[in-house]
């Protein structure tokens, strides 16, 4: 299956999947589709680790210079390009569809980036916490705070016996108990900060952490699934928090996964992390939920409708998909460049299901089928071929190898994209 389908295009997969226009693009998006949906976290992953490599990034700075730009124009020039072009418009593979998925690579390339390559406060599970907090659009979360209070009664009235002596009294009580205090050093020992956790808590709010002003508890184990799973909350109060994490996940959700993936190669951070999956960790949260002085904060929540399973939820689920986001960060790479990359994507293709897909395309599309046909026609090695033979293309494609960008693994991805070798 000799394709060439604009190899440039090839350079942005595993960045943005446009909608396809036309019919041959219809069906290759079908195969896009089942990569994204299968492979996606995977590849998404791959990329925040091989930005941390020099050779990667000379590669992937290579792609947004006026150099490279001038070479694909002087490309697109060359009449031995025209034809190939033409010959492909012909069976409406349409190379603007690919155009497109370069060009959207290109305009998000720096924001990617940016995140990828960000400062971190440290190495531990406290600095995670904080540079989360960093990352969360406070302006917007204190200005749904305020606009919460004025609006809404059940809220503002939530909030303001969270404020009360009774309150104080049953917080209070808590942290009086040694067990508890105990239990709070137990995780500290393990790195997880309680006050840490309760300072997240004030910043979903988009407040600063200041016990006199707004002692909230709302159980600070749910908190550290923060950043991992957004659920839908159930009832009232939660409703409106939920407003608040909504807030933060679509402004701040990225840039969150991009911590974790970042965090995630710190033994110290993996030490908390790993803690959170033990017998040991579940057994201390047991003990907690069993004291007198526990179900007294948890009865008090529950009065206004602060839905203690709603916390619950988030922890489950964060500890249902712990193991598999952990996997994904501790991925082995077959390298540290470009090549490698596009290597490591192929390896985490879905190749089952995108050679069924192939087989059902080219049985049940004739235009698909007949694409593909007149793709392995002498037509199309007369046309690919020379283009191969153009000396001024051989040269472009020899720059972009000097840049660590290999023509040849771009076509093994596309052949891949099929499900085919």
Partial sequence: MKVAIVFMGLIALGFSLPQPKKSFVENFRDFLDIIK???????????????????????????????????????????????????????????????????????????????????????????????????????????????????????????????????????????????????????????????????????????????????????????????????????????????????????????????????????????????????????????MEDLPEFKAVVDFLENDNIEIHFFIDIFNEMMETIGERVKRARQTLSGRDFTSYINDIIDVFPKDKLAALYEQKLAEDEEFRVALENLQSEEWDAVFGALWESEQFKAEVDTLAEHGIDIHVLMKELFAIFGQN
């Fill in 37 to 287: 949906d299968e492979a996606g976290h995977d590849i998404e992953h791959l990329f925040e680790h091989y930005i941390e490599f020099e050779e990667f990034q000379r590669s992937f700075d290579y792609l947004t210079t006026k150099d490279f730009r001038d070479l694909i124009y002087e490309m697109e020039d060359l009449p031995e390009f025209k034809a190939v072009v033409d010959f492909l418009e012909n069976d409406n593979i349409d190379i603007h569809f690919f155009i497109d998925i370069f060009n959207e690579m290109i305009e998000t390339i720096g924001e990617r980036v940016k995140r990828a390559r960000h400062t971190l406060s440290g190495r531990d599970f406290t600095s995670y916490i904080n540079d989360i907090i960093g990352e969360f659009p406070k302006d917007k979360l204190a200005a749904l705070y305020e606009q919460k209070l004025a609006e809404d009664e059940e809220f503002r009235v939530a909030l303001e016996n969270l404020q009360s002596e009774e309150w104080d009294a049953v917080f209070g009580a808590l942290w009086e108990s040694e067990q508890f205090k105990a239990e709070v050093d137990t995780l500290a020992e393990h790195g997880i900060d309680v006050h840490v956790l309760m300072k997240e808590l004030f910043a979903i709010f988009g407040q600063n952490y200041n016990p006199g002003k707004m002692k909230v508890a709302i159980v600070f184990m749910g908190l550290i699934a923060l950043g991992f799973s957004v659920p839908r909350p159930k009832k009232s109060f939660v409703e409106n928090f939920g407003d608040f994490l909504d807030i933060i996940k679509d402004e701040a959700g990225n840039d969150i996964d991009n911590l974790f993936e970042q965090y995630i190669e710190f033994e110290e951070f993996r030490r908390s992390l790993d803690y959170l999956t033990t017998k040991d960790f579940r057994d201390l949260i047991y003990e």
